[in-house]
T-cell receptor
Framework: GAVVSQHPSWVICKSGTSVKIECRSL??????MFWYRQFPKQSLMLMAT?????????EQGVEKDKFLINHASLTLSTLTVTSAHPEDSSFYIC????????????FGPGTRLTVL | GQNIDQPTEMTATEGAIVQINCTYQ??????LFWYQQHAGEAPTFLSY????GLEEKGRFSSFLSRSKGYSYLLLKELQMKDSASYLC??????????FGAGTQVVVTP
């Protein structure tokens, strides 16, 4: 149980285009999902907390108009990188909070974004 | 806020034991997780500590001292497949994770 999927697993796009990444909890309902970004040889940096049915909460320094998050259902959150630029190239990982009391997060397999 | 420190890299031979330390400063502690991450992959759960003491799970053990803001992950009987980055993550009362920078463990034959 507690499987989280992401799609696509990798994407290459041209500068200025937008890219949508999907995060799904496959066998459980997730009221809260998290979006992280990881640059090479660095740790995961939390970008935003996505709550089903409400606006996402963004971490300091993350542009909400550039990284659009939608959490329309209990099993799906999407991250759209708008007007992507080469500096947005990174590994984007989502996670979903489990239902146990220990706030465990289950991670998706990640999406490698390369902006040319 | 939370500050989490762990060593950048550790090297050990196959069959040996390695201990990865993690120290943290947090305004609200609600548990500590250890994750394993292979290059280009998502983190996978290893252990969870919320009370002081040692949690053992097979070859991996994790220890927590809340008063000292300290945890360690112990890897025993190292195997080549254990070469990976090990992430210490502290969670607060809101369920948000703060990750350390990760410790790259290199296992040599």
């Amino acid at each position: 149980g507690a499987v989280v999927s992401q799609h696509p697993s990798w994407v290459i796009c041209k500068s200025g285009t937008s890219v949508k990444i999907e995060c799904r909890s496959l066998d459980f309902q997730a009221t809260t999902m998290f979006w992280y970004r990881q640059f090479p040889k660095q740790s995961l940096m939390l970008m935003a907390t996505s709550n089903e049915g409400s606006k996402a909460t963004y971490e300091q320094g993350v542009e909400k108009d550039k990284f659009l998050i939608n959490h329309a259902s209990l099993t799906l959150s999407t991250l759209t990188v708008t007007s992507a630029h080469p500096e947005d190239s990174s590994f984007y990982i989502c996670s979903a909070r489990g239902m146990s009391g220990r706030n465990e997060q289950f991670f998706g397999p990640g999406t490698r974004l390369t902006v040319l | 806020g939370q500050n989490i420190d762990q060593p950048t890299e550790m090297t050990a031979t196959e069959g040996a034991i390695v201990q990865i330390n993690c120290t943290y400063q947090t305004s609200g502690f609600n548990g500590l997780f250890w994750y394993q991450q292979h290059a280009g992959e998502a983190p996978t759960f290893l252990s969870y500590n919320v009370l002081d003491g040692l949690e053992e799970k097979g070859r991996f053990s994790s220890f927590l001292s809340r008063s000292k803001g300290y945890s360690y992950l112990l890897l025993k009987e190292l195997q080549m497949k254990d070469s990976a980055s090990y992430l210490c993550a502290v969670t607060d009362s809101w369920g948000k994770f703060q990750f350390g920078a990760g410790t790259q463990v290199v296992v040599t034959p």
